[in-house]
């Protein structure tokens, strides 16, 4: 078996095969320190913990990792909270960075045998209609090889070689672009307020995230095409301020910025998530924008429903999971991006003409106040914003 990508998606896969005694390689493009040092992602939902817990995948989150409720969304009609481990199934989030769990996985999965060639670019993908289908790669001193199995799973991304390798028409891919551009950033500062923080401003959007008691994960709405070098530090936290309304609900805590990122909000799925003998998990598969957490969350579920039903083939001679692997997840993956969409409009008003931006302003305002106040929205908000 060969996996490309050790993303959450390819060292869940990967950990899981191995513990069944399925043979696998993952070939890695970058080092093992630039896997570690990968920082996205940091609120698990529940369904994560679980499945990392069935597989004995979750002591690092349990040990250093924290539980999370509650999140605080500040407007022009004023702030209103809402814990969502109190509503709806009572679910929470843990709190834990995307790159510590990746340790956690990697180490996981070379202490039990596991083989990962990190600096192994895979090119190509190669007879994927045939029993053997074959990668192309390319090692870290530029010399070519190739790597055989009798599946191959892309988990190396949305421009990664799996993507790429897909014959035209084989699968489609439904994309929706946004239109909204976010300015990622990880600051090394404690968290200003003890909740996600989701600011709506007439200058645009701003986030706060708690990552670690020393380092916050904040988000600026920019213009699309923006540097992300194009602020200094100081102009980012005054915007930072007066976005999230310091002034009415107090100072944020700042601190040097680490990290910038601009992040075009693009969705996209891929359907069917295989072709022949090459599968498709994580954001190979599906690419979520980041406004409800749901990327590395839904990577980690494909991954064990996709490592079920190779197991089954390949160790009980059961096929049926694998048939049945594209439409199961295209279920979650459509869900996932309905509340993300929903998200996006939760916190946006659309870029456009005048006319069309008071329409959807006053559209976006409405949900807002519907969320403040009906409990049934709320119920069905923290449902959908913990669950995968
Ligand atoms: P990854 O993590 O991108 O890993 C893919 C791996 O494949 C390697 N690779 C290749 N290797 C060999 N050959 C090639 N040709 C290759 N091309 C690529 C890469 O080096 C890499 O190691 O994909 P995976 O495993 O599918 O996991 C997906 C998640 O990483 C992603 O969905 C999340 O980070 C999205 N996301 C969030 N998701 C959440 O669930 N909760 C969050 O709070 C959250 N916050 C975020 C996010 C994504 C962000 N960005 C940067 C878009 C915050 C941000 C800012």
Not at 15 to 33: F, K, Q
Not at 151 to 165: E, F, I, L, Q, T
Not at 199 to 228: D, I, K, N, W
Not at 356 to 374: G, I, K, N, Q, Y
Request: hydrophobic content about 35%.
């Amino acid at each position: 078996m060969v996996i490309l990508g050790a993303g959450p998606a390819g060292l869940v896969l990967g950990n899981l095969l191995l513990a069944s005694g399925v043979d696998c390689v993952i070939l890695e493009r970058a080092t093992r320190t630039q896997v570690q040092a990968r920082s996205r992602a940091g609120f698990l939902a529940a369904n994560t913990v679980r499945i990392l817990d069935r597989h004995g995948l979750a002591e690092g989150l349990h040990r250093r990792g924290r539980e999370h409720t509650t999140c605080e969304f500040r407007t022009e009609d004023g702030r209103f909270r809402l814990d969502y481990g109190s509503l709806g199934r009572g679910e929470r989030h843990t709190v834990y960075p995307q790159h510590e769990l990746v340790t956690d996985l990697l180490t996981q999965y070379l202490n039990t045998g596991g083989r990962v060639r990190f600096g192994t670019e895979a090119l190509t993908v190669r007879g994927a209609d045939d029993a053997r289908p074959s990668v192309t790669v390319r090692e870290a001193d530029g010399r070519t090889g190739s790597w055989q199995g009798r599946y191959v799973v892309g988990c190396d991304g949305r421009h990664g070689a799996a993507r790429r390798s897909l014959p035209p028409g084989a699968v489609r891919r439904h994309r929706l672009d946004h239109g909204i551009s976010w300015l990622g950033l990880l600051a090394e500062a404690p968290p200003s307020l003890d909740a996600v923080g989701y600011a709506v401003h007439h200058r645009g959007f701003a986030g706060h995230m708690a990552r670690t008691p020393e380092v916050t994960r904040y988000y600026l709405q920019c213009e699309r095409g923006t540097s992300p070098d194009a602020m200094s530090d100081g102009r980012i936290w005054d915007e930072l301020a007066l976005r999230m309304r310091a002034e009415d609900y107090g100072p944020l805590r700042r601190g040097r910025i680490v990290d910038r990122t601009v992040v075009d909000l693009e969705s996209d799925v891929l359907e069917p998530l295989r072709h022949g003998a090459l599968f498709l998990a994580g954001d190979a598969a599906s690419l979520l924008s980041p406004s409800a957490a749901k990327g590395a969350n839904l990577a980690v579920l494909e991954a064990e429903i996709l490592a079920r039903a190779l197991i089954d083939d390949l160790c009980h001679g059961s096929p049926e999971g694998l048939a049945g692997y594209s439409q199961r997840c295209l279920a979650h993956i459509w869900r996932a991006q309905e509340f993300s969409q929903w998200m996006v409009r939760l916190l946006h008003g659309a870029p456009g003409p005048d006319g069309e931006s008071v329409f959807h302003d006053s559209l976006r305002r409405s949900r807002l106040a519907s969320l403040s106040t009906s409990r049934s929205c709320q119920d069905w908000f923290a449902d959908h914003y913990v669950g995968v």
